[in-house]
């Protein structure tokens, strides 16, 4: 008897593991990068976001249709007697993990130190003159003006513990630009539906329910243990969904849609991606270091930037590249994006033969070599891509030395303006086109610009840029964001590729939507 039912346990227990189904405890989660720190504030990047959304809580967050949705924050509007300020009524009795109590003092703490130097994520807040409590549930933003998009900025704005924070010496954001490893870096203290059990970067993220999180019965909370592993070898990551050590993936290979959609106990789920993929080009430099012009940046001569532009055949790596899971793209502008119209999005012509009049008109005629940089485990296929891009430059004379590193290294090269030719993809979170200008388009500075390796500088066009945050005639400010994105496109600022298209994998019994941003937050998750 004691044999038979032993037998009859090992068969259960083995056709479990080969059905891979995840339980209503534990998810097995995958994708190609880890997220780059634990530090809310450290770097804006989406990989990074998605953990942390498990952990911490923003104000106000976009849900799995990406709609915005109450979080921390119960309700907000403009104050009834001053457009200038933004009032935040905060969710009462909400508790962080380690059992303190929530309040607006946590609120000012956060934000204050998302607007300090080493955070990524300043140019959300560049509008901000001052936050305040207003009452220990009560919040005022006040900025330089009327700022009609202020909740848009704050869905990925993580609040943090004060008490905590200053306990731990975690005051300052980490500055991961610089390697600096910080408390804040490894550790965390949210009031998310996870907390952090334990951190191996690149390696694995363990989290578990909390018990007293404050949306216990209003969301499913069907998992009650996350283990987060980056796999970045594509090959490795599908094994991995296959067998049934993974129930959850992201990233999913473009030349294994189909041998997961086919493979019994697993499914596809698709949808495209607020994001872009794009190159970036060091035109602002007088000279540059990675070519073998001396004196002068061939980058620099838009004629140059114009040919480049010509001779990436999208098409072609929509086709063979990506197997026609991605879209074409003539911006660095999403088409979910306030700002964005068809006429916009045109494709640049494909004519190698006028790519290559316009570099001998540039005095170019037998091209030059220069470094491109691109990351091997952020976007889908990211090296790939540039391999294909490769080719494509060589055609009108541009020799291309490809650098493939993974993005923990690859971003601060961008940061640090180390690179001048590189890869980097671009979500929106905001919707609105203010975003990118700010990030990508407006001069580098300490509130402005931090990923515009481009190095491009326009004082009238900082000046428009900085006027959208305070600009309530909503016409008037479409008109705006129209004249600055002529402006970019006219000066080939950048050299869009492609629109992503997401492809989540995961066991048959997941109930979930593909986010558009691609930050899946397993509190909604259902099984089935």
Request: charged letters at 25%.
């Amino acid at each position: 008897m004691k044999k038979h039912l032993f037998a009859v346990a090992l068969v259960t227990f083995l056709m479990v593991c080969a059905s891979g189904i995840a339980t209503a405890k534990t998810l097995n989660w995958a994708r190609s990068g880890d997220s780059l720190t634990i530090d809310p504030h450290a770097q804006n990047e989406g990989p990074t976001h998605t953990v942390s959304h498990q952990i911490y809580e923003p104000l106000a967050l976009r849900d799995s249709k990406g709609d915005i949705e109450p979080a921390l924050a119960t309700e907000w509007a403009p104050s009834a007697s001053n457009p200038n300020i933004w009032v935040f009524q905060l969710r009462k009795g909400v508790k962080f993990h380690n059992g303190a109590d929530f309040d607006s003092e946590d609120v000012v703490f956060s934000l204050n130190r998302a607007m300090s130097v080493n955070s990524d994520m300043k140019e959300l807040l560049a509008s901000v003159k001052e936050v305040r409590a207003a009452g220990k549930y009560t919040v005022e933003i006040e900025t330089k003006g009327p700022n009609p998009i202020m909740i848009n900025n704050l869905t990925n704005m993580f609040i943090m513990d004060k008490d905590w924070a200053e306990a731990n010496n975690a005051v300052d954001v980490q500055d991961f630009e610089g390697g600096e490893e910080t408390f804040s870096s490894r550790n965390a203290n949210g009031t998310g539906p996870y907390r952090l059990i334990s951190r191996e970067p690149d390696a694995k993220t363990v989290l578990e329910i909390f018990d007293g999180y404050w949306g216990k019965g209003k969301f499913p909370l069907d998992v009650t243990k996350i283990v987060y592993t980056p796999i970045q070898n594509a090959a490795t990551r599908v094994a991995a969904l296959l067998s049934g050590e993974v129930h959850f993936m992201q990233d999913l290979p473009v030349q294994d849609l189909q041998r997961v959609a086919n493979k019994s106990g697993l499914k596809v789920e698709k949808a495209p991606q607020n994001r872009v993929i794009f190159f970036g080009i060091n035109q602002g430099d007088a000279d540059i270091k990675s070519d073998n012009i001396t004196g002068k940046n061939p980058f620099g001569d838009k004629r140059v930037r114009q040919a480049m532009n010509m001779a990436i055949n999208r098409e072609a790596i929509q086709k063979v590249v990506m197997r026609d899971q991605s879209i074409p793209a003539g911006i660095v502008l999403p088409p979910f994006v306030n700002g964005w119209t068809e006429e916009l999005d045109r494709l640049p012509e494909n004519d190698i033969a006028k790519a290559k009049a316009l570099m001998v008109d540039a005095g170019y005629s037998d091209g030059f070599s220069v470094t491109l940089n691109c990351p091997n485990d952020r976007y889908i296929n990211d090296e790939a891509i540039c391999q294909a891009a490769v080719g494509m430059m060589a055609q009108i004379g541009i020799k291309v030395n490809l650098d493939a590193k993974p993005k923990a290294q690859h971003f601060p090269l961008i940061n640090n303006l180390e690179t001048d030719f590189y890869m980097l993809g671009w979500g929106v979170p905001t919707f609105d086109s203010e975003y990118i200008f700010n990030f990508l388009v407006h001069t580098k500075g300490p509130k402005y610009g931090s990923w515009n390796g481009s190095r491009y500088s326009n004082t009238d066009i900082d000046a428009k840029i900085q006027s959208l945050a305070s600009e309530t005639d909503l016409e008037k400010r479409n008109a705006t964001i129209a004249e600055i994105w002529d402006v970019v496109q006219e000066e080939v600022l950048y050299l869009p590729i492609h629109h992503q298209v997401l492809n989540w994998g995961m066991t048959t019994n997941i109930e979930t939507i593909v986010q558009p941003e691609d930050q899946p937050k397993v509190k909604y998750f259902k099984f089935n």
